[in-house]
């Protein structure tokens, strides 16, 4: 199994950016999907996620900012972030779990190597 993010990269303050997460060896159908994200020093931090049905939930900090959605048939998560915020700065990981979902890490199974964020005031 695994997952590949990326779309991260620099952007100013109120721009947009779409990460992605490539799965291979596995199939985003039926499963909790879920991003991440974390600076150093600091507890990962659960952003959205989809559920085996499509329902989702966001964090407080980035509900109507961040759309979390699927491409099943191309196996692929993704994240639509805009009006980004310096305090949007973070890796941020793709997660994936055929039993667990939510927003609190500890219980997802797979993840990804991580896309960095950056956004500058």
């Known amino acids: 199994v695994q997952l590949v993010e990326s779309g991260g990269g620099s952007v100013q303050s109120g721009g947009s950016l779409r990460l992605s997460c490539a799965a291979s060896?596995?199939?985003?159908?039926?499963?909790?999907l879920a991003w991440f994200r974390q600076v150093p020093g600091k507890e990962r931090e659960g952003v959205a996620f989809?559920?085996?049905?499509?329902?989702?939930s966001y964090a407080d900090s980035v509900k109507g900012r961040f759309t979390i959605s699927q491409d099943n048939a191309k196996n692929t998560l993704y994240l639509h972030m805009n009006s980004l915020k310096p305090e949007d700065t973070a890796m941020y990981y793709c997660?994936?779990?055929?039993?667990?979902?939510?927003?609190?890490?500890?219980?997802?199974?797979?993840w990804g190597q991580g896309t960095q964020v950056n956004v500058s005031s």
């Open positions: 989809i559920m085996r049905y499509g329902s989702t």
């Open positions: 060896g596995y199939s985003t159908n039926r499963s909790y």
């Open positions: 997660a994936a779990d055929r039993f667990f979902g939510g927003l609190e890490w500890r219980g997802y199974t797979y």
